[in-house]
């Protein structure tokens, strides 16, 4: 059974941090591209960061770079999200999305993050 976890959400202040961790089960980790998604209220599920099936290589959507590091562990199999100084514009559900081929792509269940003093 494919799984997908996230965890780490929750309410942090403008400027704070937080971790986002996703844990995945059911299929071969180490093949898939990861990302975070995420969506606000009433907009688009819009894409975060994404990440090689190796690590090799990183992309971020422009309004987070240089705030947010994503990375992944094949081992415990599981990715990361590092948020930085976040903003009230941040505030979203973030999903964790893992991709091997067009027939073959997963999605967690989501987890709030609130960014607000």
């Known amino acids: 059974q494919v799984q997908l976890v996230e965890s780490g959400g929750g309410l942090v202040q403008p400027g704070g941090s937080l971790r986002l961790s996703c844990a995945a089960s059911g299929f071969t980790f180490s093949l898939y591209v990861m990302s975070w998604y995420r969506q606000a209220p009433g907009k688009e599920r819009e894409l975060v960061a994404r990440?090689?099936?190796?690590?090799?290589?990183?992309n971020y959507a422009d309004s987070v770079k240089g705030r947010f590091t994503i990375s992944r562990d094949n081992v415990k199999e599981t990715v990361y999200l590092q948020m930085n100084s976040l903003k009230p514009e941040d505030t979203a559900v973030y999903y964790c999305?893992?991709?091997?081929?067009?027939?073959?792509?997963?999605w967690g269940q989501g987890t709030q993050v609130t960014v607000s003093s």
């Open positions: 999305n893992a991709v091997f081929t067009t027939k073959l792509e997963y």
């Open positions: 990440i090689t099936s190796r690590g090799g290589t990183t």
